[in-house]
DNA sequence: CGTACCGTTGAGCAGGCTCAACCGCTGTGG
DNA sequence: CCACAGCGGTTGAGCCTGCTCAACGGTACG
């Protein structure tokens, strides 16, 4: 019963209290200061396995910048992308001692590295810390919800518009509406339940109708020309 | 940030320690009576709305008996339905004081409500059982993942497949492998994400194939015939 | 300069959705 | 008592779209 933390993919900042209007991280920085002197802290560039599914989970981790994303491997050998995470999200929560999902970098990737035994014997002593992280739990719990609502969309434009309104919120650097696509097309569809070719088909017709345009020619970042049509594709069903 | 709970769907007991094989529910009986003391009882009959998305969320629930699904409905009339939660699953948990989706029984159901509040209060006090409602929303979590996974199926029999073995897990009363099937076609749909004739058709192939077979005419319980074939398909892809 | 990888585009096919009819059970009212 | 409507479930016909297989272009790297 030590051991409980296990799968949890995304544990971004939870905004909270009825119309509280702060959307900054939940943690207040005593408790910063207090995870971070349990925790260790790392780089890693892109493309970096961080640790593979029903390995030992020996520590959780906590993203201080950069993404990465949780997967699931099938017997068939196909991949599910389970979730995209980012700055603050906590990953690494296992079950039974093992980690449920692997883990790898996108981008190159900084992040705390605590001890699952250390910070559990931590949460238990501090109350309003182990509240915290319930809701990051909880918040990271919605994120899930909100996966599976996008991926029972029929239709392949929808999935893709609802992702990338995701990128364009969690990297809200009010960067003037600029979107950076940071996966790969193959990432992407396996997150969207989707084949590569129908995401890369989508986003073509999506800036063939002039809806969106891409910036530079890895056609990685991309600009929201036609804000109406585009929330309405991402609204229907 | 007083209410942070919301959309919790399913909090079914959380078996952990590496090799912990106590699949009992994670609450103590010191800590059942401690919820007890801050918990009404109450009794809903079948497809009672319990309540509605966006309402203000006064209330955090805890299944003692019966199954409800929690759902989403989408602008043009769809619904979709995110999860069925059952005894010992907690739901309620509101974001930013508002419920984040709509809870309604399909069965009967007996449930405990506690003011949010005062649960908020207790949690904060008690470290321990603010763990332990941790790792039950870490295991909500993973269920939601689950969910993920079954849904970006391509195949619908795959997809129906997984739901009958998750219903037959969850309602293991070791009854002999029947299982019930409490749900519509319909709700099976929306939360499988195909339309509802898909769901049928794959259940009448299942037991042309001699996979399944029902009892009954209602077609609402049913038996696995073929195991190792049932597997098969619900490991596929 | 060749290779590898990523992204795009095309042709053909299969499986799921839509529309629609039908069946059996239930509850209601004449 | 029976006729009817309503609901949930099943089955069929045809269309649509996303998948598979395949080829091609551009960029990065050795």
Redesign the interface.
Same mark, same amino acid.
């Given at each position: 019963?030590? @051991? *409980?933390? +296990?799968?949890? =993919?995304s544990l971004r900042a %939870? =905004?909270?209290? =009825? +119309? +509280?209007s702060n959307a900054v991280g939940l943690l207040s920085t005593y408790q910063r200061s207090q995870i971070a002197g349990i925790a260790t802290f790392l780089e890693l560039p892109a493309g970096k396995l961080v640790y593979r599914e029903g390995a030992n989970a020996q520590s959780v981790f906590m993203i201080a910048s950069g993404i990465v994303k949780a997967f699931?491997d099938?017997? *068939?050998g196909?991949r599910?992308v389970?979730?995209f995470l980012g700055a603050d999200d906590v990953f690494g929560?296992a @079950?039974?001692?093992?980690y %449920?999902?692997s883990v790898q970098t996108i981008t190159s990737v900084t992040l705390y590295r605590m001890r699952v035994a250390t910070l559990?014997d931590v949460?238990?002593?501090?109350? *309003?810390l182990?509240?915290q992280?319930?809701?990051k %739990?909880?918040h @990271?719990?919605?994120g899930?919800?909100r996966?599976?609502?996008i %991926?029972?969309r =029929?239709d392949a434009m929808g999935r893709v518009t609802m992702l990338l309104r995701m990128l364009e919120q969690t990297s809200q650097l009010s960067e003037g509406a600029t979107i950076d696509f940071p996966m790969s097309r193959l990432d992407a569809a396996s997150y969207l +339940?989707l084949s590569l070719e129908a995401v890369s088909r989508a986003l073509s017709r999506l800036e063939r109708s002039g809806i969106i345009a891409f910036e530079g020619r890895q056609r990685r970042t991309l600009r929201v020309l036609d804000r109406t049509r585009f929330e309405k594709i991402a609204?229907?069903?």
């Open positions: 019963m030590t @051991e *409980s933390f +296990g799968t949890i =993919p %939870v =905004p909270y209290g =009825p +119309g +509280g699931h099938l017997p *068939s196909k599910r389970l979730a929560l @079950e039974s001692g093992h %449920v999902n559990a949460l238990r002593k501090d109350a *309003s182990a509240f992280f319930l809701c %739990v909880t @990271e719990l919605r899930s919800l996966h599976a609502v %991926v029972t =029929p +339940g609204a229907a069903l």
